[in-house]
């Protein structure tokens, strides 16, 4: 029964990273981003809608803690690298660092999360 729920919650977290990826992390490389501040802005979403998912998944499996962003992130990484190909430029540069803040704050939230977890248990 214990292994079968890790299963599930890792192909939840799968399934989190592939929405994630597709309609916040690939969506937002795609969309019309004009100026300093649009790009800014998208980049900090992407962070915080990352670093708040990985915070659920740290807290609700507080043992596992930071590994949950090698389910979460992946899918998006794999989305935004498919994107660097026809990038050039400044693109390139706003590419990479969605890049980063899909990986640091899936990374950064799960850790987070699970040491709250952890706190709070005791």
């Known amino acids: 029964m214990r292994t079968a729920l890790r299963v599930l919650s890792r192909v939840l977290a799968l399934a989190v ?5 597709f309609f916040v ?5 795609l969309s ?8 800014a802005g998208a980049i900090v979403f992407v962070f ?18 930071w590994k949950w962003s090698l389910w979460l992130a992946p899918p998006g990484v794999a989305l ?3 994107s660097l190909f026809d990038a050039g430029g400044e693109r390139l540069i706003y590419i990479l660092a969605v890049l980063l803040a ?6 950064g939230g799960s850790w987070v999360g ?8 005791g």
């Open 17 to 21: 990273g592939m929405l994630l990826g």
């Open 25 to 29: 992390a690939f969506n937002g490389v």
């Open 32 to 39: 019309d981003i004009l100026g300093f501040s649009d790009t």
């Open 48 to 65: 915080v809608a990352y670093l708040l998912t990985g915070m659920v998944f740290g807290v609700s499996g507080r043992r596992y803690g």
């Open 80 to 82: 935004l690298l498919t």
């Open 102 to 107: 899909v990986t640091v704050g899936s990374a």
């Open 114 to 121: 699970a040491a709250i977890a952890k706190s709070a248990a």
